[in-house]
């Protein structure tokens, strides 16, 4: 069974420049989730899908960020434009269902803006 | 709201000597617990949760870890580690019913021979 992916594993933009990361989930697996480690501070939330459906976008940092999950398969997050403190590694995550605990981790992305 | 701690942001340890990564939360509701392990250039691996019952869980590894709810602690031990085990260990939590996981800030194991 292939694990989560995401791709790509890095990118190097300029501030105020568009990138946009993809996700593949586990197949099957209904619930994908974003985090993302900004250089020495811990993992955080940033969204969640069930299926195509946002169920939690809290950790959202602002509209700079949209996420989609057309189709309910793969997921991609777009930052435009990025800003320096964008710079980051973003996971991405994913469970069968709702009752799933375990949270299955992709390699991430390691952004950075200069 | 839930916060993890790790109290420790590195641990140097030497090869066959038994390492222990501390991990405090705090939470109003019921949590679960989780450790996750990066090796280098990898994604996040499970290595154990708890969940309930038995408050000494043991994972993969041979690691083990210790739910204490007085003292709300879930530690992480492995009493002899090996070079293959330098890696970044993450302490986590997930609310009951809940989907997200908070994280800790993530403790670096140096393996030295």
């Not at chain 1, 939690?56 to 700079?64: A, F, I, L, Q, V």
């Not at chain 2, 994604?43 to 993969?60: A, D, E, N, P, R």
């Not at chain 2, 492995?78 to 997200?100: M, Q, R």
Request: charged share 20%; glycine share 8%.
């Amino acid at each position: 069974e292939a694990g989560v992916t995401q791709f790509p594993s890095h990118s190097v933009i300029e501030k105020g420049q568009t990138v946009t990361l993809r996700c593949d989930p586990i197949s099957g697996h209904d619930n994908l989730y974003w985090y993302r480690r900004v250089m020495g501070k811990e993992i955080k939330f940033l969204l969640h899908f069930v299926k195509e459906s946002k169920q939690d976008e809290s950790g959202m940092p602002n509209n700079r960020f949209l996420a989609e999950r057309t189709g309910g398969t793969y997921s991609t997050l777009k930052v435009q434009p990025a800003e320096l403190e964008d710079s980051g590694v973003y996971f991405c995550a994913s469970s069968y269902n709702a009752d799933s605990y375990e949270q299955y981790f992709g390699p991430g992305t390691r952004l950075t803006v200069t | 709201a839930q916060s993890v701690t790790q109290l420790d942001s590195q641990v140097p340890v030497f090869e066959e000597a038994p390492v222990e990564l501390r991990c405090n939360y705090s939470s109003s509701v019921s949590v679960y617990l989780f450790w996750y392990v990066q090796y280098p250039n990898q994604g996040l691996q499970l290595l154990l949760k708890y969940l309930s019952g038995s408050t000494l869980v043991k994972g993969i590894n041979g690691f083990e870890a210790e739910f204490n709810k007085s003292q709300t602690s879930f530690h992480l031990r492995k009493p002899s580690v090996h070079i293959s085990d330098t890696a970044e260990y993450f302490c986590a939590v997930l609310k009951a019913a809940g989907n997200k996981l908070t994280f800790g800030g993530g403790t670096r194991v140096l393996v030295k021979p």
